[in-house]
């Protein structure tokens, strides 16, 4: 491990590198198979023994983020839509609440 850049420029010690050694498991792909997709969130990381890996990025990488980006400004109208629509809500209680008071 020590010869992995990583954790050679992070100048840990023999104890931490070892309980790092101890949580990491073997994983196996078979050739050709994607171990990461494009664009998705890690929660790994991959140490490689033998064989190679290669990055297969999407040709029409600019249609992506744009894509990418309407669909956050729509999930920010839609969290701004929500909020109203909770508030909206809170309102009726409220008004009803008076209503029936009123009646009583």
Avoid: C, H, W
């Avoid at 990418?68 to 809500?89: C, F, H, P, T, Y």
Wanted: charged share 40%; hydrophobic share 35%.
């Amino acid at each position: 491990m020590r010869e992995v850049p990583y954790f050679r420029d992070k100048e840990m010690d023999d104890s931490s590198l070892k309980s790092i050694v101890n949580l990491m498991s073997v994983k196996m792909f078979p050739a050709g198979e994607p171990v990461t997709e494009f664009d998705e969130i890690g929660d790994s990381f991959y140490y490689v023994l033998s064989g190679e890996l290669f990055k297969t990025v999407p040709s029409n990488l600019d249609k992506y983020f744009e894509i990418k980006e309407k669909i956050a400004k729509i999930q920010s109208e839609l969290d701004k839509i929500k909020k109203v629509l909770r508030g909206m809500n809170v309102d009726k209680e409220a008004y009803e609440k008076r209503k029936y008071e009123k009646l009583n």
